[in-house]
């Protein structure tokens, strides 16, 4: 770049950038990556679940060593974390299902 050349002006990428998204190829949903697909779907669900376990175990642990009830609070928070994650799990792929069904 010389002293002389100025770079592109902000305005001209708005209207190219505007003019792209308005193109035939800016539709939502497409291609592999789609965000409804199968594969989506079941990696969402399976990693609601092992979050909620994770972190139900985590929390658990840590409040046994605070308190010395080992191993008491690690089982109730883990399952108690299972269940969150398979009940946002669940909320995932009704939420998903609801949105297939409109036209």
Do not use: C
């Not at 985590?58 to 299972?82: A, K, N």
């Amino acid at each position: 770049m010389t002293g002389n050349d100025k770079p592109p002006s902000f305005d001209d990428f708005d209207a190219r950038l505007a003019k792209m998204n308005k193109g035939p190829d800016a539709r939502k949903g497409s291609g592999s990556g789609a965000k409804n697909s199968g594969w989506g779907q079941g990696l969402q669900a399976g990693i609601e679940i092992l979050t909620g376990v994770g972190v139900g175990a985590l929390i658990g642990y840590g409040l046994d060593s605070w308190f010395g009830t080992r191993p008491w609070l690690s089982i109730v928070l883990f399952v108690l974390g299972g269940a969150a994650g398979l009940l946002n799990a669940y909320r995932h792929l009704q939420q998903t299902a609801n949105t297939k069904d409109e036209p």
